[in-house]
């Protein structure tokens, strides 16, 4: 099956600091991609819908200008978390869909990273 | 508004019997559906989906059932194994809106007992 990498699988950062996540989709064209944040114990949240040469568009909720996306590629969605504070101490998770294939699809998943920030 | 429900936060099941992990939506214009499975500080690992035009889907010791007046769908593992000891997620979207994002349901944590 398609294969999504995510890097950093953990990052640890001071309060105030920003931490950026890559996600990449490894042998197809990922056109958009979507961003999961997982609290503890609870589901995995829809923070935003990547595509590739726009803007991201966001959920209700969620900070654009706190978790900034950008997709410069087909292969490539970054989100960026802008003067991390302890409570965005998360688990986030991109996955992507190879839309190109047609037809309802499976989402593949990137295997998440842990941020913590002190 | 929880638009994909799982009411079970949790399920046990001695080995080799069947698991039934349930799922609800709310949604009518979901007409995809899948199951994953997620460990902790894993990303989820896909199972099995189910498009809208069949109500079945079988694979291996995976079967999936959807009922589209209940909006009901469900994910039956038989024989049970302890490796499917997990969180599994039941997820939707809809084909005909933009972008196809999948929403989650909050997960049913399955512990399969040897």
């Known amino acids: 099956g398609a294969v999504v990498s995510q890097h950093p699988s953990r990052v640890i950062c001071k309060s105030g600091t920003s931490v950026k996540i890559e996600c990449r989709s490894l042998?197809?064209?990922?056109?958009?991609m979507f961003w999961y944040r997982q609290f503890p114990k609870k589901s995995l949240m829809l923070m935003a819908t990547?595509?590739?040469?726009?803007?991201?568009?966001?959920e209700q909720g969620v900070e654009k200008d706190k978790f900034l996306i950008n997709h410069a590629s087909l292969t490539l969605s970054t989100l960026t978390v802008t003067s991390a504070h302890p409570e965005d101490s998360s688990f986030y998770i991109c996955?992507?869909?190879?839309?190109?294939?047609?037809?309802?699809?499976?989402?593949?998943f990137g295997q998440g990273t842990r941020l913590t920030v002190v | 508004d929880q638009q994909v429900k799982q009411n079970s936060p949790s399920l046990s099941v001695q080995e080799g019997r069947i698991s039934i992990l349930n799922c609800d939506y709310t949604?009518?214009?979901?007409?995809?559906f899948l199951w994953y499975k997620k460990y902790p500080a894993e990303g989820p690992t896909f199972l099995i989906s189910?498009?809208?035009?069949?109500d079945k889907n079988e694979d291996g010791r995976f079967t999936v059932f959807l009922n589209k007046s209940a909006k009901h769908l469900s994910l039956h593992i038989v024989p049970s194994q302890p490796g499917d000891s997990a969180v599994y997620f039941c997820?939707?979207?809809?084909?005909?809106?933009?972008?196809?994002?999948?929403?989650f349901g909050p997960g049913t944590s399955l512990s399969v007992i040897p």
């Open positions: 042998d197809f064209q990922a056109t958009t």
């Open positions: 997820a939707a979207s809809a084909s005909k809106t933009s972008y196809d994002k999948v929403i």
């Open positions: 990547s595509n590739e040469g726009s803007k991201a568009t966001y």
């Open positions: 189910i498009s809208s035009i069949k």
């Open positions: 996955s992507a869909r190879d839309l190109l294939r047609g037809g309802n699809t499976e989402a593949f």
């Open positions: 949604n009518s214009m979901f007409d995809y």
